[in-house]
Structures are given as structure tokens and as C-alpha cells.
């Protein structure tokens, strides 16, 4: 499960650079100047920073590459939103996606190369887990989003391939690597993690100490129904997750938002509203997301758009603020993982250069 190769430069914290500097009797300033490099001119190789000595950088490439991703495809959509296949050291594929709401814009990260948890409607579970990435693979994906454009990515969601908490001791440390105020400094409160809920996971993040924003996947109002759903992996019980939601709001002041999935049929129902709205209990807040079609799952489809907008409505009655997110980058297969399976089956063609 574990990545396979050293980690790159661009996956090392501060204080872990400062402590090769020192054993390449460098002075301390040569961390920063090297943190500043990565993380804010985005270099992508040694050769690109000038300002230290030559034999430093090749003691430093010996040791650790830059980056180890490559972008191998891009695809942007008709609705702004520009998804990036990412080709990592040993072969396999992620996706990381630059998701533009004017004015904010925002990276959606990946934490696994596919997913145990393997939720019926998603494309990244359909075959599984093949192993976790790297905390250099995950901030990798956010500094090549940002190289490709020149809005600044002020936001991060940790909502792409993989269970987030399956993955906690790299999550927590590319999560600190960005948000270091001499890389790219992101702000605790502009960063999202959505996850299943395996509890072990979630002990694990709350001893981390971060006070990122949480996100709890619930996707259906009854265990029987999100054991369907939600099969494996360990994921929590609905009781499990609003304990949690409760436990994250005393330790961090944070609120929780509660995710769901609408799915045609399956738990659209009105019954299906009124039994969320009374668990969600004093974390009024949900994301409503009309499914993504999938390929591999064809019968399961979003509600009509009216339908969608009446279950909203149904829990806005009880004072819950309900985000009904709009579907997008159909047109990429937005769907989450769509293109990492894509790719297996048939070469994409390269990005162009950024
Ligand atoms: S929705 Fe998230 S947890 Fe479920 S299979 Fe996809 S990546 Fe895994």
C-alpha cells in the first residue's frame, strides 16, 4: 500500500529540509531559499534554481527528485473546469482537478491510487484499491494545477480518488507542507476533507491536530441503505458520523458539512429527506450533488433537476442550509476517477505545454 520510491523535495516539510541541509553543510537560509523554489516559483527541476551552488543540487537530485508526477493528459471542459491526469513514478495514474466558482478557485486532490471504500456511483472505487500516495504525490497535483494557470488556487478539497483517512500520516503532512507561510500558505479554514468516515481514520486526523474543514460522505439517512451505497472500507455507521461530526466541531470549532449523493431512486424519496433532515441534527449544513453519470453503472442516474430542487427545498424548511451543487465537466468525465480508467483502456493524448 505504501508509495514506492523516496519521496520528492516538493513532499518534505520545512523543518525536514532544514535537516538535510544541515547534513549537507549547507546554512540554515538554504532550506527556505529551496522551500521557496518548490512552492512558490514552482520549479520543476534543480537546474532552475541558480541562486545555490551546483554540487548542492546534485548532492540534492542524488537524493530527491524535485517531483516525481508527470502531466500526461488534460482536459478541459465547456463549464471552465480543467481535470489533469498525472502520470506517477511507478506507472500508475491520478487526477487532480482545478475547479473554477469566480471568484474563488479550487484544486480537488487526490490521496490514493483508487479506493477500497468503493461507493456504487464511483468510478475511483470500481476497481478497488491499488495503494496510497505519497505526501509528495499529493501536493505535487496542487503546484501542477497552479502551474497551468493564473488564477490563484486559494482553495483546496481533498474529494478526488481515494479514502482520505485510509492515508492520514501523508494527508496530514502535505496538508502542513501547504499550508506553510513560505510556501504556499493556504489557510486552514480553505481547506476540505471528505471522507466515508472509517474511525479509525478519523481518530487518527483528530490526533494530527489540523483544523481543516471536514466533510462526512453520507449519501443515505439508514445503515441499510448506505451499507448499499457505501460498501467497504471500513466506513462508518450513520450514528458513527454524527458522532464524529459532533467530536470535529469540539475539537476544532469548525462546522460539518454532511455530503450526499442524489441517486434516482434509490435515495430520493421524500421519506429519504425527512429522515436526513432530522439526523443531521445541529450541523445544518449538506451538500446536495446530483450524481455523475458513470460508465460503468449506467442505470444510475441524478434526479430531474425540479426533483432535486424539491428535496433541497424539504430540508431548507428545518433551517438547514443546503448547498445543491450544479453537475459539471460532463463533458471530462467529471465523475471521479472516470479518467484514470479511461486512461487504462486506451493512451489519452498530452497535455499542451502550460
Ligand atoms: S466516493 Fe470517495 S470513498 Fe467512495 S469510492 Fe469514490 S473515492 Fe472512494
Given at each position: ?36 523554489w ?10 532552475a ?59 480537488c ?22 495503494r ?7 501536493v505535487?497535483q ?5 502551474a ?69 460522505s453520507l ?21 458513527d ?48 450533488i ?27 424548511r428545518?433551517?438547514?442550509v443546503?448547498?445543491?451543487?450544479r453537475?459539471?465537466g ?5 465523475a ?19
Amino acid at each position: 500500500m505504501a508509495p514506492p520510491s523516496a519521496d520528492s523535495l516538493a513532499g518534505l516539510e520545512r523543518s525536514e529540509i532544514e535537516a538535510l541541509c544541515a547534513r549537507l553543510d549547507q546554512p540554515a537560509y538554504r532550506a527556505r531559499q529551496l522551500f521557496r523554489w518548490v512552492h512558490v516559483q514552482r520549479a520543476a527541476s534543480y537546474e532552475a534554481m541558480s541562486n545555490l551552488p551546483r554540487a548542492f543540487r546534485e548532492r540534492l537530485a542524488a537524493e530527491h527528485p524535485v517531483q516525481t508526477t508527470q502531466r500526461e493528459h488534460e482536459a478541459p471542459s465547456g463549464d471552465g473546469t480543467r481535470k489533469l491526469l498525472l502520470r506517477l513514478a511507478d506507472g500508475e495514474a491520478v487526477e487532480c482537478v482545478h475547479i473554477p466558482d469566480t471568484p474563488r478557485h479550487t484544486a480537488c486532490l487526490s490521496t490514493q491510487v483508487g479506493c477500497g471504500v468503493g461507493c456504487i456511483f464511483c468510478a475511483s472505487g470500481a476497481e478497488g484499491v491499488v495503494r496510497n500516495l505519497s505526501s509528495g504525490e499529493i501536493v505535487e497535483q496542487y503546484l501542477q494545477l497552479q502551474a497551468g494557470t493564473q488564477d490563484r488556487l486559494r482553495n483546496v478539497v481533498v474529494m478526488g480518488i481515494g479514502e482520505p483517512l485510509h492515508n492520514v500520516p501523508a494527508l496530514a503532512k502535505a496538508l502542513r507542507i501547504l499550508q506553510d507561510p513560505e510556501g504556499v500558505d493556504l489557510g486552514a479554514r480553505r481547506i476540505t476533507v471528505s471522507t466515508s468516515g472509517p474511525p479509525r481514520g478519523f481518530e487518527q486526523l483528530l490526533r494530527e491536530g489540523l483544523r481543516v474543514n471536514l466533510a462526512l460522505s453520507l449519501h443515505a439517512a439508514s445503515d441499510a441503505l448506505r451499507s448499499r451505497l457505501v460498501p467497504g472500507g471500513g466506513a462508518g455507521t450513520v450514528a458513527d458520523l454524527q458522532g464524529m461530526a459532533d467530536r470535529w466541531f469540539e475539537a476544532t470549532g469548525r462546522d460539518v458539512t454532511f455530503e450526499y449523493v442524489l441517486i434516482q431512486g434509490i435515495n430520493d424519496r421524500d421519506e429519504d429527506a425527512e429522515a436526513l433532515a432530522r439526523l443531521v441534527g445541529r450541523h445544518r449544513n449538506i451538500n446536495l450533488i446530483p450524481m455523475n453519470p458513470v460508465s460503468f453503472a449506467p442505470a444510475l442516474v441524478a434526479p430531474l433537476p425540479e426533483h432535486c430542487k424539491r428535496f433541497a427545498d424539504r430540508l431548507r424548511r428545518d433551517g438547514t442550509v443546503v448547498n445543491l451543487r450544479r453537475q459539471r465537466g460532463d463533458d471530462v468525465a467529471a465523475a471521479c476517477g472516470q479518467l484514470r480508467l479511461h486512461s487504462k483502456k486506451q493512451p489519452l493524448p498530452p497535455p499542451a505545454p502550460s
